[in-house]
Each structure stands twice: as C-alpha cells, then as structure tokens.
C-alpha cells in the first residue's frame, strides 16, 4: 500500500469518525432529553434523528435498524423512526465502478463479462448491485462494495456504544452487553462476499426441495472478499402482491414461512435479514409461484441446543409446562432468572409463538390493527422488567428475535391466513426435534460449502 493510499483511508476514516460522532451526538442528546423529560418523543426529534442518518452510507443504517427491534434501547418513536431508514446516499459513479472492478478482478475485468453495466440497479448497505451478462450468456447481479467499508464499520459500531451507554444510564429493563457484541459480530461478517458466496450455496443445498424457493448460483471465478456475482433472478417486489388473491397471499406465505423455518429446523441456520428487500416473488404461468432469495449477508448458524429450546418453549407454552418453559431459556442461554422474571418474558414468548400456538387458520394479527400488533405485549414487558430485572439478552436470541419479527411483519403485510401451527410441527417434524441429527446435517452441510 502506498503512502498516499494510505494517508486517504485514513483521512476517510477520520471524516467518517467526525461525521458519525457529531450525528450520533445529536441523536443522544435528543434522546437523553426525551428520557429525562419523561417524553415519548420531543416534537420531532425522531423524525430530525431518522433524516440525520439516513445519509450515512454504509452500516450505520443495518445498525439503527437493528438497534430498533431491541425492547426497551430507544424510546417507541425514535425505533419507529429508525426502522424506516434507507440508504440514500449517492451511488458510486462510472469511473470509480471501473477503478473498483479493477482492483477486484484485475486490469482486464471487461473481459470477464459479455456486458457489465456500469450504472448500479441497485443500493444496499455495504454496497450497490449491477447488472451484467457472462460469455456463456447467464445474467448476473455483481454486488460490488463501497470503498473502506472496513473502516467505517468499526466508526459506526464504535459510536453504537454510545448509544448502549446512554442506555443503561436510565434504568434499563433490558441488558444489551452481549446484543452489542452479536450485532457487532454480525456486522462485521457481512464484509466478507466470500463468506455470502458459502451462505449462497448454504441455502442452495438446505431450500434444493424446495420449488417455491429459489436461491441464485455463485459465480465463484467472477467473485472476490469484496465483489460477489450471482445469478440475476427475475420478480416483483413483494408488496405488488397485498391486494392479491388470498390465495396468492397465502401461497406466498408459505413459501416465505419454508424459506425460513426449513433451514433453522433441519439446519440450525437463519437468515437474520428478513426484510422485504430481501426477497422478490417469481411468477410461472402468469401467477406468483413462489419467492426469490436476494442476500446472503446476514445469515447466522446456531448450536443444536438453540434450536432444541425453540422446540421445548413452544412445547411448554403449549401444555403451560414451567419446567420445560424453563430449560428453554436456558438452552437459548438465558442465567439466573427469577420466577417473577421468567412470567414476564413469557408474555413476550406467547406473543411470538401465538400463531404457532393455536391449531386452526388464522392471520398473525388476528384482528388486531397492524400499528398496535405487539406494542400492548412490548409495553408491559418492558414496564414489568424495570420492575423485577432487568434481564440480559444471550447474544446467540438476538437474531432470533429480530428474524422473528422481520418474518411476522411479512406475514402482516401480505394479510395471510394460514395454519401457522400445522406448518410449524411440519417444518420440523419429529427428525427436527433430535439435536443428533441435526448436528450431523449441519455438520455436512457446512463441510459441503466450506463454512466448516
């Protein structure tokens, strides 16, 4: 690396710790004046917070948003606000796609390509995708990362915890420690496109049975840490569907509940990014078919006791067997809970499990108004844990969680009316419910894709 290199990562580095540390500044003084206050929200603090960060390019926004599924770490209005977040920040232009190409896959990278726009269809966090075309004539979407997105990972999660701080200064009900690190970890891995090209071909073998789910092939030779080219699957966006057909909403549920169960269950692996970006609808015959699987980022593999206490919560729940209710919270890694506590956590419990809970066709909301579904059980949880805890969060449950809820609001916006009950005990079966076997696919699986 060269000394000019050099001197501009760090004077990118040192702008991006001063353009993060004065928004993150404003964002904790407002919020400490809302807590201090006794306020929900001052007048229009959430919504100057939201167009503040929005800005940002990069992580900072996956953080916020992260930051905003944990109970209890922002006040309600500020969590609204930042789930809103989206990356606006000004795409890469033609010559610096082409200086970047060039660093990835060497001087002569058009060659590489029968056609490569240059021109990006698409925005993520850690990056922007562009549509391209190979000799042997697939259409590939080339996800190609903004520069020194190292560096301003470590300034975004840096000045998290100030935010973590400014927390636990106000009675917390909630223990974020070991949340700080997961997002932290988690983060941190989506640098990596060659760890997403083994997520990739992870989902690839898991979903193979599965012909309402389509996972893009990896095109490894045309990939790098910092480049990932994948098959370009044609859909719609998921939304274009919510005045369907029940039918089709349903179909499509079902499909997403498959996409995401079938792999926790028989695998121990999540995707911890269920939001709608994520996901496009293939149609066949005219008619949506079923959903295309975009980004492999955010994918956590989980130990088979984790999964064994999902299974030994929704069996207590079921029968209102504490002990078993118990264990689960141990398994998950929970310590120390008190009786008063764990009465607390289970009404969030019954909250997430509820449509699981009752064997008939019903939608997730079950005639509650979508913008009060949760917020009456979030409420209390947090009043009574401030009360009795607080608890700390196991850094293993917090994608759980936020997969869990990314999922619902899915299932929300799609207004499905499904069985969930019978599609869970289907997911997982009785070969789900052994720990044995499901180390022993996990184990193959990763080895297969080398993520052993």
């Given at each position: 690396?060269?000394?000019?290199?050099?001197?501009?990562?760090?004077?990118?580095?040192?702008?991006?710790?001063?353009?993060?540390?004065?928004?993150?500044?404003?964002?904790?003084?407002?919020?400490a004046?809302?807590?201090?206050?006794?306020?929900?929200?001052?007048?229009g603090?959430?919504?100057?917070?939201?167009?503040a960060?929005?800005g940002?390019?990069?992580?900072?926004?996956?953080?916020a948003?992260?930051?905003?599924?944990?109970?209890?770490?922002?006040?309600?209005?500020?969590?609204?606000?930042?789930?809103?977040?989206?990356?606006?920040?000004?795409?890469?232009?033609?010559?610096?796609?082409?200086?970047?190409?060039?660093?990835?896959?060497?001087?002569?990278?058009?060659?590489?390509?029968?056609?490569?726009?240059?021109?990006?269809t698409a925005?993520?966090?850690?990056?922007?995708?562009?549509?391209?075309?190979?000799?042997?004539?697939?259409?590939?979407?080339?996800?190609?990362?903004?520069?020194?997105?190292?560096?301003?990972?470590?300034?975004?999660?840096?000045?998290?915890?100030?935010?973590?701080?400014?927390?636990?200064?106000?009675?917390?009900?909630?223990?974020?420690?070991?949340?700080?690190?997961?997002?932290?970890?988690?983060?941190?891995?989506?640098?990596?496109?060659?760890?997403?090209?083994?997520?990739a071909?992870?989902?690839?073998?898991?979903?193979?049975?599965?012909?309402?789910?389509?996972?893009?092939r990896?095109?490894?030779?045309?990939?790098?840490?910092?480049?990932?080219?994948?098959?370009?699957?044609?859909?719609?966006?998921?939304?274009?569907f919510?005045?369907a057909?029940?039918?089709?909403?349903?179909?499509?549920?079902?499909?997403?509940?498959?996409?995401?169960?079938?792999?926790?269950s028989?695998?121990?692996?999540?995707?911890?990014?269920?939001?709608?970006?994520?996901?496009?609808?293939?149609?066949?015959?005219?008619?949506?078919?079923?959903?295309?699987?975009?980004?492999?980022?955010?994918?956590?593999?989980?130990?088979?006791?984790?999964?064994?206490?999902?299974?030994?919560?929704?069996?207590?729940?079921?029968?209102?067997?504490?002990?078993?209710?118990?264990?689960?919270?141990?398994?998950?890694?929970?310590?120390?809970?008190?009786?008063?506590?764990?009465?607390?956590?289970?009404?969030?419990?019954?909250?997430?499990?509820?449509?699981?809970?009752?064997?008939?066709?019903?939608?997730?909301?079950?005639?509650?108004?979508?913008?009060?579904?949760?917020?009456?059980?979030?409420?209390?949880?947090?009043?009574?844990l401030?009360?009795?805890?607080?608890?700390?969060?196991?850094?293993?449950?917090?994608?759980?969680?936020?997969?869990?809820?990314?999922?619902?609001?899915v299932f929300?916006?799609?207004?499905?009316?499904?069985?969930?009950?019978?599609?869970?005990?289907?997911?997982?079966?009785?070969?789900?419910r052994?720990?044995?076997?499901?180390?022993?696919?996990?184990?193959?699986?990763?080895?297969?894709?080398?993520?052993?």
């Open positions: 690396m060269t000394e000019d290199t050099e001197r501009n990562r760090f004077s990118a580095r040192a702008t991006r710790y001063a353009r993060v540390s004065t928004q993150m500044g404003g964002v904790a003084a407002r919020m004046g809302a807590r201090l206050l006794g306020l929900q929200d001052m007048p603090s959430a919504a100057a917070m939201r167009a960060l929005g940002l390019k990069g992580p900072l926004m996956k953080v948003q992260l930051m905003a599924t944990i109970p209890d770490l922002l006040p309600p209005e500020f969590a609204e606000e930042l789930q809103k977040l989206q990356s606006d920040a000004p795409p890469m232009g033609a010559a610096f796609v082409k200086r970047r190409m060039m660093a990835e896959l060497g001087a002569d990278w058009r060659s590489k390509f029968a056609d490569f726009d240059l021109h990006p925005a993520a966090s850690l990056g922007q995708v562009h549509r391209a075309t190979t000799h042997d004539g697939e259409r590939l979407a080339c996800k190609l990362q903004y520069p020194d997105m190292a560096s301003a990972v470590e300034a975004d999660l840096s000045q998290l915890q100030m935010l973590f701080a400014l927390h636990r200064q106000f009675s917390p009900a909630i223990d974020t420690q070991e949340a700080q690190r997961e997002i932290g970890e988690r983060v941190r891995e989506e640098l990596d496109y060659q760890r997403e090209a083994k997520h071909a992870l989902y690839a073998l898991m979903l193979k049975d599965a012909d309402n789910v389509r996972v893009p990896v095109r490894g030779e045309l990939s790098t840490a910092r480049l990932l080219s994948l098959q370009w699957l044609d859909g719609r966006k998921l939304l274009d919510k005045q057909d029940q039918e089709v909403r349903n179909r499509l549920a079902v499909a997403m509940f498959r996409a995401w169960w079938h792999p926790f028989q695998y121990g692996v999540i995707h911890g990014d269920p939001h709608l970006g994520n996901y496009t609808v293939f149609e066949e015959g005219g008619e949506a078919a079923g959903i295309n699987l975009l980004d492999y980022g955010c994918v956590r593999i989980f130990p088979s006791r984790f999964i064994q206490g999902v299974v030994e919560l929704y069996e207590g729940l079921l029968v209102n067997d504490e002990a078993r209710i118990v264990h689960a919270y141990e398994l998950w890694g929970f310590k120390g809970l008190k009786r008063d506590v764990i009465e607390v956590l289970n009404i969030w419990a019954r909250f997430i499990y509820g449509p699981l809970l009752e064997d008939r066709v019903r939608s997730v909301a079950d005639g509650i108004p979508p913008g009060q579904y949760g917020r009456k059980e979030m409420m209390a949880v947090v009043r009574e401030k009360a009795k805890g607080p608890v700390r969060i196991p850094q293993e449950f917090v994608f759980m969680d936020r997969a869990a809820i990314g999922l619902g609001a929300l916006h799609l207004d499905a009316k499904l069985n969930f009950c019978q599609l869970f005990n289907e997911a997982f079966g009785e070969a789900g052994s720990p044995e076997r499901i180390e022993a696919r996990q184990r193959a699986a990763l080895a297969q894709t080398g993520l052993s």
